[in-house]
C-alpha cells in the first residue's frame, strides 16, 4: 500500500524566510510519480510539481525548490524568501505509473505573516 | 481554456437526504476522478471514470457513486446522508491517456449534512 507522510502539520513564518516543507513516502513499487500541491483558501487544488522516480534531478523554479531523495524516500519543498500569498495548505501526493490515483499526505499549513 | 467546473459549490442537506454533484471536465479530458476531503481524513480518492466507465474506485461504502457521460462530465451522488458525508467534495479531470498522476482540480462542492 502507498502512503504519504507529512509531519508537519502547520508552519508559521514570517515574511521573507525561508521554509521547507517535509514529505516522506513509501510505495512498493519502482516506477511512481511525487507531487506537490498548493491549496488556497479558494479550495482548489493546483498543480505544482510533479517527479517520476526516475528523476531525482533537483530543481529550482523561481522561489520553489524541490529535494527529492529515493534513498530516504523523501521529496521536500523549499519556499526561498515566502510571501504573504504563499499562505495555504500544501499537499504531496504519489501515484502508480499509469493511474490517475492520487494518495495524499495530509497536508501542511503554511502561514506567511507580514 | 476552461477549467474543472463543480457544482453547486455549496449545499446543506439533513440526514438520511441524498445529494448529486455535478463536475465538468477541461476540453478535452476523458477521465474525472472524485476526492473527498474531510479535517479528520484529509483527501480521499472516491472513483475515477474514464470514457463513461468506472476505471478505479476507493474504498468507500455503496452509498457513494458515480456516473460519467458521453461528453465527459460527471456526477457523484450519495444516498442516506450521513453526518460524516459532511466534506468538500472535490473533482479533477485529466487526460486520462498516459497517465502521469497530474490531476487539474475544480474549486469544489462544499456539503453540510445536518
Known amino acids: 500500500a502507498q502512503k504519504v507522510t507529512q509531519a508537519q502539520t502547520e508552519i508559521s513564518v514570517v515574511e521573507k524566510e525561508d521554509v521547507t516543507l517535509d514529505c516522506v513516502y513509501e510505495?512498493?513499487?519502482?516506477?511512481?510519480?511525487l507531487f506537490w500541491y498548493k491549496q488556497p483558501p479558494s479550495g482548489e487544488l493546483v498543480f505544482l510539481i510533479r517527479?517520476?522516480?526516475?528523476?531525482?534531478q533537483n530543481e529550482i523554479s523561481g522561489r520553489y525548490s524541490w529535494n527529492f531523495q529515493k534513498s530516504t524516500s523523501s521529496f521536500n519543498f523549499t519556499i526561498t524568501a515566502s510571501q504573504v500569498v504563499d499562505s495555504a495548505v500544501y499537499f504531496c501526493?504519489?501515484?502508480?505509473?499509469?493511474?490517475?490515483?492520487?494518495?495524499f499526505g495530509k497536508g501542511t499549513m503554511l502561514l506567511v505573516s507580514p | 481554456k476552461a477549467g474543472v467546473t463543480q457544482t453547486p459549490r455549496y449545499l446543506i442537506k439533513t440526514r438520511g437526504q441524498q445529494v448529486t454533484l455535478s463536475c465538468s471536465p477541461i476540453?478535452?479530458?476523458?477521465?474525472v476522478s472524485w476526492y473527498q476531503q474531510t479535517p479528520g481524513q484529509g483527501l480521499q480518492f472516491l472513483f475515477e471514470?474514464?470514457?463513461?466507465?468506472?476505471?478505479n474506485k476507493g474504498n468507500f461504502p455503496g452509498r457513494f457513486s458515480g456516473r460519467q457521460f458521453s461528453n465527459s462530465r460527471s456526477e457523484m451522488n450519495v444516498s442516506t446522508l450521513e453526518l460524516g458525508d459532511s466534506a468538500l467534495y472535490l473533482c479533477?479531470?485529466?487526460?486520462?491517456?498516459?497517465?502521469?498522476?497530474?490531476?487539474?482540480f475544480g474549486e469544489g462542492s462544499r456539503l453540510t449534512v445536518l
Open positions: 517527479r517520476n522516480s526516475f528523476d531525482e
Open positions: 479533477a479531470s485529466s487526460p486520462g491517456t498516459g497517465n502521469t498522476g497530474e490531476l487539474f
Open positions: 471514470y474514464f470514457s463513461e466507465t468506472q476505471r
Open positions: 501526493a504519489l501515484s502508480e505509473a499509469g493511474y490517475s490515483t492520487l494518495t
Open positions: 510505495t512498493r513499487d519502482t516506477t511512481y510519480y
Open positions: 476540453s478535452g479530458h476523458r477521465s
